[in-house]
């Protein structure tokens, strides 16, 4: 194991830190980066995710389509209602499934919006699901949920609980936050890059370490990867897509999905260009430059390799789309919401906010080009 000379310190999450290297020491010195992306994302208690902070929002950590206002919501209403249709015929009841809902406003705008939509008949036979892996979290959705009078939303631990199923499926930056592993060219071969400790006296630093791959999955993943690239190239690797895909695979029969994030091609993934990687931290906004620093007090995030999630996907069976800008597909889901608003002539100040809000949404210095929408179906 070669230890690498980028020293990052414990800022302040002592109970957290302290985990992280008793766990590193009953280990060989050594823990894998998805390891501690776990352990800082989500701990039961200590996790960035897990703690009853506020995240999201200008004010916080980072921004989200969801947090910008109702109209990423009411869009995603007019065009789920669309599908939803195809499957009435199927089936009683219809669903969306939401992952990463994190306090429930993206479950409200849209159920909000179809309740104007749809006919009665129609809105009653939709379950709206939330899958909430976290208890406190659990508890403060419901309550939430409850206190806002729709009964047709269930927030539940695991998907699953769920079978059967038919419906849509939507996950809003949820894949850029699956722990993952890291990798690095070294000699010319790949080692796992995970995370060690460094000693000076009393005080302990988190650092960089390599070794030998010795995870399976990771070593299958990694023996296709380019030869020629330069030493020290870094690279970041989830090995988790199939399992959550597995997940939602067995849970519905009929199933038009979508996860919308930031990634690259795998192509894109393995240029020169990234030979640092896409790995990164936040905290209010900005970079935080040292990603084992703090842990449990900033996002961790890596750009998605969409060709790996759809490779996974269509392992399963699932039928996969090319993923398309934000633009493309909020600018074709509002066409008739824009239509209407344009024809009645409505600018009420309801109506040019929401209009702000999309303009936002699709603009390319923003969210319209960094943010892909990947469609995958069953």
Not at 354 to 366: A, E, V
């Amino acid at each position: 194991m070669l230890e690498q000379a980028t020293e990052l310190t414990n800022d302040g999450s002592e109970d957290l830190f302290d985990l992280i290297t008793h766990e590193i020491n009953e280990r060989d010195g050594f823990i894998s980066f998805e390891r501690f992306m776990e352990l800082s994302l989500y701990h039961p208690e200590l996790g960035y995710y897990t703690k009853n902070i506020e995240r999201v929002g200008k004010d916080a950590d980072f921004i989200t389509s969801v947090s910008i206002g109702k109209c990423y919501g009411l869009i995603l209403a007019h065009h789920f209602a669309k599908v939803l249709e195809t499957f009435f015929n199927s089936t009683e009841k219809v669903v969306v499934v939401e992952l990463g809902a994190e306090n429930g406003d993206l479950a409200l705008d849209i159920m909000g919006e179809f309740s104007m939509l749809l006919s009665k008949n129609l809105f009653e036979r939709i379950n709206y699901i939330i899958v909430e892996p976290f208890s406190l979290k659990r508890q403060a959705l419901r309550a939430r949920l409850n206190s806002e009078g729709i009964g047709n939303i269930s927030v539940i631990s695991d998907l699953k609980e769920e079978n059967n199923l038919y419906g849509v499926l939507i996950g809003n930056e949820v894949l850029d936050a699956l722990p993952f592993r890291r990798v690095r060219f070294r000699d010319k071969k790949w080692m796992e890059l995970g995370v060690g400790i460094n000693r000076n006296g009393n005080k302990m630093k988190l650092i960089e370490a390599e070794r030998r791959i010795q995870n399976d999955s990771l070593i299958s993943r990694v023996v296709d990867f380019p030869k020629d690239l330069p030493d020290g190239f870094t690279a970041e690797v989830n090995i988790n897509f199939e399992q959550l895909l597995s997940y939602i695979h067995s849970s519905f029969v009929k199933l038009e999905g979508y996860f919308v994030d930031y990634g690259s091609s795998h192509d894109e993934l393995m240029d020169i260009s990234r030979s640092n990687g896409t790995v990164r931290a936040y905290s209010r906004h900005q970079h935080v430059n040292n990603v084992l620093s703090s842990p449990g007090n900033n996002d961790i995030t890596s750009n998605v390799d969409f060709d790996w999630f759809r490779a996974s996907a269509e392992t399963l069976g699932f039928i996969t789309e090319e993923p398309i800008d934000q633009y493309r597909f909020l600018t074709k889901s509002a066409e008739q919401w824009l239509l209407c608003i344009e024809k009645s002539g409505d600018q009420s100040a309801k109506n040019m906010q929401l209009i702000n809000q999309f303009k936002m949404l699709i603009h390319p210095s923003t969210m319209g080009r960094s943010f892909k929408v990947l469609k995958f179906r069953k």
